[in-house]
């Protein structure tokens, strides 16, 4: 179920009171796309509590409830109503109907579950509501590696809808035993795919195809698919939907090749409404409705498997009683011996040497994802204003730097 873009600002503006004072100054009855502000990713979240709610337009009666973001102290969550998420699971499952799934195709859905986390169960109902005929098997994230390699060879499972840290740590292994999987397809989400993590893959997994399962998040929604015409990282956007890349002045790129940030807006939504919301990521327009994925913008880092926002680091900054003493810090992220690092630069007059300890113990998915190899150790270096990266053009502190796809 789709509504124009009138009848989800409509709503918005009159039952939301987070949208009702965003757009005081829209005619909701007389406006361009344009003319509506992009939101501010920090104030939405603050607004959207799960009690004192004030992003939402009507009490949650039914649907779902996932974590969304960081998992400090402070958990972000998103909801659908049951019509919402069938619209989502539906779109996305004919999405995946484009390239990534063949008639027969024996499916192991290898993405993580529990502690309301969305993707295991997103991924199982779009398989359910693809319209080609596949056959499931819900393995999750937990598994062991060996029982996965069992499991894929004892049912003859072609296909695999994973992360790549799972898969690649899977390559290592069966690479180490000097074996191989007899995969057709690997679908991956989450993350990006690097060069040489390809490299591996092609050696433990030497028939395989490596596509994108697709492009959505817990927060936004549907927001790309893949058919035969995207090459790796370009995706496609999705109908109910409307993607624009923006500049770092907010005005829309229309050309092709000029990076900038997505913003999104859902049309199926109006219970916790999308409506130019910032995405998180970069891109650039390689046609007239498909983009290219360049990496990390301003509100957040995707480090292997687990998602660090600037928020994310001010609240352990302040549970740290730290936060009145940081001027300054900004975000870069690199990848060091095939794996995602994360260095968070702060300006300060006092040096913190045992802020990593503090962090990882706020942050224990992220010390996880550390041990089992997924990711290097965080980094936290005291630097001086001026080795700060700026904007050339605007002058603004660039908040995240992903130099992954440099």
């Not at 859905?109 to 986390?117: E, H, I, M, T, V």
């Given at each position: 179920?789709?509504?124009?873009?009138?009848?989800?600002?409509?709503?918005a503006?009159?039952?939301?009171?987070?949208?009702r004072?965003?757009?005081k100054?829209?005619n909701p009855?007389d406006?361009?796309?344009?003319?509506?502000?992009?939101?501010?990713?920090?104030?939405?979240?603050?607004a959207?509590?799960?009690?004192?709610?004030?992003?939402?337009?009507?009490d949650?009666?039914?649907?779902?409830?996932?974590?969304?973001?960081?998992?400090t102290?402070?958990?972000?969550f998103?909801v659908?109503?049951?019509?919402?998420?069938?619209?989502?699971?539906?779109?996305?499952g004919e999405?995946?109907?484009?390239?990534?799934?063949?008639?027969?195709?024996?499916?192991?859905?290898?993405?993580?579950?529990?502690d309301?986390?969305?993707?295991?169960?997103?991924?199982?109902?779009?398989?359910?509501?693809?319209?080609?005929?596949?056959?499931?098997?819900?393995?999750t994230?937990?598994?062991?590696?060996?029982?996965?390699?069992?499991?894929?060879?004892?049912?003859?499972?072609?296909?695999l809808?994973?992360?790549?840290?799972?898969?690649?740590?899977?390559?290592e292994?069966l690479?180490?035993?000097?074996k191989?999987?007899n995969l057709e397809?690997?679908?991956?989400?989450?993350?990006a795919?690097?060069?040489?993590q390809r490299?591996?893959?092609?050696?433990?997994?030497?028939?395989?195809?490596?596509?994108?399962i697709?492009?959505?998040?817990?927060d936004?929604?549907?927001?790309?698919y893949?058919?035969?015409?995207c090459?790796?990282?370009?995706?496609?956007?999705?109908?109910g939907?409307?993607?624009e890349?923006?500049?770092d002045?907010?005005?829309?790129?229309?050309?092709?090749?000029?990076?900038?940030?997505?913003?999104?807006t859902?049309?199926a939504?109006?219970?916790?409404?999308?409506?130019r919301?910032?995405?998180?990521?970069l891109?650039?327009?390689?046609?007239e409705d498909?983009?290219?994925l360049?990496?990390r913008?301003?509100e957040?880092?995707?480090i292997?498997?687990v998602?660090?926002?600037?928020?994310?680091?001010?609240?352990?900054?302040r549970?740290l009683?730290?936060?009145?003493?940081?001027?300054?810090?900004?975000m870069?992220?690199?990848?060091?011996?095939?794996?995602?690092?994360?260095?968070?630069?702060?300006t300060?007059?006092?040096?913190?040497?045992?802020i990593?300890?503090?962090?990882?113990?706020?942050?224990?998915?992220?010390?996880?994802?550390?041990?089992?190899?997924?990711?290097?150790h965080?980094?936290?270096?005291?630097?001086?204003?001026?080795?700060?990266?700026?904007?050339?053009?605007?002058?603004?502190?660039?908040?995240?730097?992903?130099?992954?796809?440099?």
């Amino acid at each position: 179920m789709f509504y124009s873009l009138e009848e989800i600002v409509r709503k918005a503006s009159i039952s939301s009171p987070f949208y009702r004072e965003l757009y005081k100054d829209i005619n909701p009855d007389d406006f361009r796309l344009e003319d509506l502000p992009i939101v501010d990713q920090t104030k939405f979240w603050e607004a959207n509590h799960y009690n004192n709610n004030s992003l939402l337009t009507e009490d949650i009666l039914d649907g779902v409830v996932f974590k969304s973001g960081g998992t400090t102290g402070n958990p972000k969550f998103s909801v659908y109503t049951k019509k919402e998420w069938q619209t989502f699971t539906t779109l996305f499952g004919e999405g995946m109907d484009k390239k990534c799934l063949k008639k027969g195709d024996r499916v192991g859905n290898l993405f993580y579950s529990g502690d309301l986390y969305a993707s295991f169960l997103f991924i199982t109902n779009s398989l359910e509501n693809s319209k080609t005929p596949v056959l499931q098997f819900p393995m999750t994230g937990g598994m062991k590696l060996e029982e996965i390699i069992k499991t894929v060879n004892e049912y003859s499972i072609n296909v695999l809808a994973v992360v790549p840290t799972t898969f690649t740590c899977m390559a290592e292994l069966l690479v180490k035993e000097g074996k191989t999987l007899n995969l057709e397809r690997v679908l991956y989400g989450g993350e990006a795919l690097y060069p040489e993590q390809r490299e591996i893959l092609r050696k433990a997994f030497p028939k395989a195809q490596m596509l994108s399962i697709g492009y959505a998040s817990v927060d936004g929604g549907h927001l790309g698919y893949i058919d035969s015409d995207c090459g790796p990282g370009e995706h496609k956007i999705f109908d109910g939907s409307i993607m624009e890349i923006v500049d770092d002045s907010g005005e829309v790129i229309t050309k092709p090749g000029e990076t900038g940030k997505l913003i999104y807006t859902n049309l199926a939504r109006t219970l916790m409404p999308i409506i130019r919301y910032p995405v998180g990521d970069l891109a650039k327009w390689v046609g007239e409705d498909k983009f290219l994925l360049l990496g990390r913008s301003d509100e957040g880092a995707r480090i292997g498997p687990v998602t660090v926002n600037r928020d994310d680091l001010v609240e352990v900054f302040r549970k740290l009683d730290m936060f009145k003493d940081i001027s300054n810090f900004q975000m870069v992220i690199t990848r060091e011996e095939a794996r995602d690092s994360l260095e968070v630069r702060y300006t300060s007059a006092k040096d913190f040497p045992d802020i990593r300890e503090g962090f990882y113990s706020e942050r224990k998915m992220y010390l996880e994802a550390v041990n089992e190899g997924h990711v290097n150790h965080i980094k936290f270096n005291r630097v001086h204003e001026d080795e700060l990266e700026h904007n050339e053009r605007t002058g603004k502190l660039k908040l995240v730097i992903d130099r992954r796809h440099q």
